[in-house]
């Protein structure tokens, strides 16, 4: 029997692979995805990934063509370009949900990239990157957050919990995960004694704009228009029928 060829699509990382080892095949700023078949229908409607949280994530890697492509090296901005394509691939452009109790449709295919600006990295093909804080003077290196970050800090989050259930430790812990080193001392217990005594809550505030200034994303904003005529930029719902369009919103 003649093997079967699936359709793919390159898709194009908002990277550009710049923050990828030459030796990463994410380094050419491209994966090449598949469309979704029944198999990733199964991924989707599978009861106990849904639950564990990790549904997206396998459906995801499930639809990477190259399968030297390590799905946890990927940086946030990647991998929710990767999502939008796997939407697009499996379900078509039109995104129908609910905004402020009235239906909008809009066009997936229109997002664009955000992409990284280049002047900020401090060397091509490596995920490190300097900033001087305003206030305090103090000079940070950090990462763009991976895969491998984000389960790492969402378990370092459920333990801290477990310890104190009134506690709300996310935004000090992903800083502690994405600084490298404070004023060139990368010992990991200086970092976290500077993020939780020292670290100054406006110079957290200008080092987390900073981030968002150039990290790599797409582009989620949409001008939606009310029944009434108003027009309101927003950043695109991402509610359960972006993936379950069957799910009657």
Do not use: C
């Not at 459906?59 to 190259?66: E, G, H, N, Q, Y």
């Not at 997936?108 to 992409?115: D, F, K, N, V, Y």
């Not at 305090?136 to 984000?150: H, M, V, Y």
């Amino acid at each position: 029997m003649e093997e079967l060829k699936f359709p793919t699509e390159m898709v194009d990382l908002p990277s550009n692979g710049l923050v990828y080892p030459t030796t990463n095949p994410l380094s050419s700023g491209k994966v090449e995805m598949k469309y979704m078949t029944a198999k990733e229908e199964d991924i989707l409607t599978n009861q106990n990934y849904i639950k564990d949280g990790t549904v997206i994530d396998r459906l995801l890697k499930s639809l990477i063509v190259d399968k030297k492509v390590n799905y946890d090296d990927l940086v946030v901005g990647d991998k929710n370009a990767i999502m939008l394509a796997a939407r697009v691939l499996g379900y078509g452009a039109e995104y129908t949900f609910k905004y402020n109790n009235e239906e909008h449709t809009v066009d997936l295919s229109t997002i664009e990239a955000r992409p990284m600006d280049e002047k900020q990295l401090l060397k091509k093909g490596e995920n490190r990157f300097e900033f001087k804080l305003p206030s305090s003077g103090i000079t940070i290196q950090f990462k763009l957050l991976q895969g491998r970050d984000d389960r790492k800090i969402q378990a370092e989050i459920k333990g801290l919990q477990k310890l104190n259930k009134k506690a709300n430790p996310e935004l000090s812990t992903r800083l502690k995960h994405i600084i490298l080193s404070v004023n060139g001392d990368e010992t990991p217990s200086v970092i976290r004694e500077f993020v939780d005594n020292h670290f100054l809550a406006r110079d957290s505030r200008a080092f987390r704009s900073h981030i968002k200034s150039f990290q790599p994303d797409i582009d989620m904003k949409f001008d939606l228009e009310s029944n009434d005529g108003i027009v309101e930029e927003v950043n695109l719902p991402m509610t359960v029928s972006f993936f379950w369009p069957d799910s009657n919103l």
